[in-house]
């Protein structure tokens, strides 16, 4: 019902960039917030960055100066810049959206894309 696409990984140098995109799909009403994560084999998946409704962000000490989410909600698109990049921003970055596909509160649900490859190498 509601698909998320994630686009824009890639190989980087140290100290580089890339940015991040997720594209939403489907029967959708509404999108609260938006949310990134990365996560790596074996490890648990840990949000990088989250941007509410109204544009509210939040970041983890780890990524907080190099890492920007935004949102385009004319276009239900989610965006991260990731700046200054190093080896342990390595990972498979997800993107999550909590939206709603129907009338009244049991509507919402949250949705995650398959995910895109970052590698940064040491």
């Known amino acids: 019902q509601v698909q998320l696409v994630e686009s824009g990984g890639g190989l980087v140098q140290p100290g580089g960039s890339l940015r991040l995109s997720c594209a939403a799909s489907g029967s959708i009403l509404d999108i609260s917030t938006m949310r990134w994560y990365r996560q790596n084999p074996g490890q648990e998946r840990d949000q990088v960055a989250a941007i509410s409704s109204d544009g509210v962000t939040s970041y983890p000490d780890s990524v907080k100066g190099r890492f920007t989410i935004t949102r385009d909600n004319a276009k239900n698109m989610l965006f991260l810049q990731m700046n200054n990049l190093n080896p342990e921003d390595t990972a498979v970055y997800f993107c999550?959206?909590?939206?709603?596909?129907?009338?009244?509160?049991?509507?919402?649900?949250?949705?995650w894309g398959l995910g895109t490859q970052v590698t940064v190498p040491s």
């Open positions: 999550n959206m909590r939206c709603r596909t129907g009338p009244g509160w049991g509507f919402w649900a949250e949705y």
